[in-house]
């Protein structure tokens, strides 16, 4: 897989029809609270409500009319499932999108209501991919990985683009990671714009396997606990590692508690709504685990999408 | 009391450098939803998180430097205080609070944190005017009222200024009605720069005193049921009602159920936090109140200070 500006530049081109240029956002308190100067570019403002409309945009319209008139396909419990729906929705083919049986029902309604054909399956990794792989056998559609795929990574790049346009002067840029789409894409466009940045990834203790990975030199499959971040569950891909390796120069753990605590106070503070992902980032700053003091900071926030019914801090409720 | 819009731009002059200029943001599902365009202007990501650091700012900086020296003092169990405790640190002068005793810590702490003087007083009007005019006398200070006083009127019609540069070409104005300085400022800006706009305030049922006095063609004292909406607990004021008569257009009332659920809507949707006051306006339009079909339609957003621990639609907790 290889990368440079010009790929980043011609997805921008590409998606920039369907995509909000989401603002950036600053906050004095935080400013004074972490002794650097942070920017947060608010992807939870993005279509769908989470940068994923980035990526899938992109893959979605990259294809050529003959793939596409035979649909897309992926599974997905969240976010990515709902940005494939829309974009195929926008390119007016057929989308099947495969959901866990448990899924939210706010998030298959929400995949529902761009008219994807939700197929559902056992909520374990292997009946998604085995009933995705069934999809694509009976249909002849494309699967559309959510982070193991190049056009996706290259429009969840999109976003460091426009940050740094918007910022030029930053010193360090951080997201959360995952999968490692959105911090493939990020490291890949803040490096090749911006060489002397760093690119520092943040990511749940409960689910360090690309932490550990980093450290080890080569992917390793871990074992997970739970994390809130419930965007963040997943294994770091086998691209997006090879991407990792090269263009990232650190990535740290948080733990829970300091999920929760970022997210509050960023809600508290910025009056905005992010999902527990999007916090995870703001917790290594506020928990110290990177050290930021006089520096210029760029923050992802990837996505806004939190049931207000089952917040982590609970409610008295009145 | 006599308004034109040099006294706006004057005020607006004044406060610059003291306060954020707020995005206005849109919602396509928001424009579908209701059939109209609609344009939020979003104070809660103003200076103490609401419209009011522009009134406050605006009155404590038209002090003359003698006056201003004798300190400034207010009663508030809410917004105002802090903004003008706020103020009051921006210009190096004193402020006296008073705040009823069973205020929520956070707001006390919010007063404290601009190093203001807080007096505290039993959770009655008469107490919290007593005690102000007591502390008054004491020191020398000046009043600065939350709504009657016209340098603040004047300061939050700045909110109504900026939305106009930004959005030229409204139909209808909208914000919410307590005291009356934000909507007298907005409809005396609103009417000043675009002559044929409505202004149209929204007000809560259970306390719509300033709807009931537009009908009446009179200021009346009415009796209040409970609302969620905390910032329009207040009668109308006098010199406000004097300018509502003659400014406004019309004033329409939701119920409590309405301004839950356009508080959620917009949580949910524009991914932003906004207090129940704030989303009194949009209420209007979900419960069909007001009719904005295929209007350009703005909406003052007057804040987003809210307590995440007691939410007015509970919580499963997790």
Redesign the interface.
Known sequence: MSFDLDRLHCAHERIRPYIHRT?V?TSSRLNEASGASLFFK?E??QKI?AFKARGATNAVFALDDATARRGVATHSSGNHGAAVARAAKLRGVPAHIVMPSNSAKVKIRAVESYGAHVVFCEPTEEAREATCADVIAKTGATLIHSFENENVIAGQGTAAVEFLEDVPDLDVIMCPVGGGGLLAGTAVAAKSIRPNIKAIAAEPANADDAAQSFRAGRRLVTQKKFT?ADGLRTNIGEPNFAIVQRYVDDIVTVSEAAIISAM?TI??T?????EPSAAVPYAAIQERAIGVKGKRVGIILTG?NVD???????????
């Open positions: 603002p956002l608010c939870n403002f409500g809130i509050r809600w508290e910025m009056k905005i709504v992010i806004g207000l019914d089952a917040l982590p801090w609970g409610s008295r409720a009145s």
